[in-house]
């Protein structure tokens, strides 16, 4: 049980994480900040927090658990303005889909207080954002991967664990580089895929009406597509490095099929396809 989380960023991923501390009943007081007043307040009157805080070390102050929910390029300002409010005993996690320029921040940021810092990315969330869209169950049963460093103080990494665990999640840890090579692979790079078939047929003279003929599998293909353009440009930046490398292992793949289909040679073309739908059959979450 924590007496006070503090929320910096009650967004989805943050708001979430506040309704369902409090449903597990983890945490017996929710103070929340945001950068924009409205966002505090309407948290606020939907209980994902009990009182506002006018800033993130306010927030911060009381508070024995802090999770920074805020996008990636905006996490070394979050650690910058609480830094002086933690201590061996607070717990800092945060929710970002990168984990190396995140962790890199909180070093340069908290300092001889990094020991209190758990990098936690939550394989979770939706096309939609903003508190109004915050959900209880966004993280039942869902993967958690926390990629805690060398200076990270073991008993905030149990203390991570078990509560990720209390809130229903499978609870992995891994490294933060080899965190950010496999998400360029299975998560990144999809969204640039799904952005960039979007812009590819509605660019098109006649791309409107291609996409009023399109059907269920064009609808699941680009769902990602939807997604919150300023959360996706900051990933895509902070992880440029590993989700270049692995656009060039789609670009040879994809050029392994043109080719095929240029050549007319069925027989391999049927191979490749089988290949395939044999590994995305075999494949599960």
Known sequence: MFEQLGLIGCGLMGGSFALALKRAGL???VVGYSKSPSTTER?????????????????????DIILIAVPVSASEAAFKAIRHLVNNKTLVMDVGSTKRDVVDAAQRALREHIGSFVPAHPIAGKEVSGVGNADVNLYTGCKVILTPTEKTMPVQLKKAEELWTALGCHVFKMPPAQHDAAFAAVS????LLAFAMMDAISGQ???????????PGFRDFTRIAASEPK??????????EQLLAQSQFFQYSLHMLETLIADGNADILEGF?????QQRGNWSL
């Open 205 to 215: 003279p006649f791309g409107q009406e291609y996409l009023s003929l399109a059907g």
């Open 43 to 63: 948290a606020r009157n939907m209980g994902v927090i009990d009182s506002e805080a006018s800033s993130a070390l306010s927030a911060a102050s009381g508070s």
């Open 273 to 277: 396809i089988a290949r395939a739908s």
């Open 27 to 29: 945490v017996k007081h």
């Open 231 to 240: 959360v996706w440009k900051d990933i895509f930046l902070a992880n440029r």
């Open 188 to 191: 990144h790079l999809p969204h």
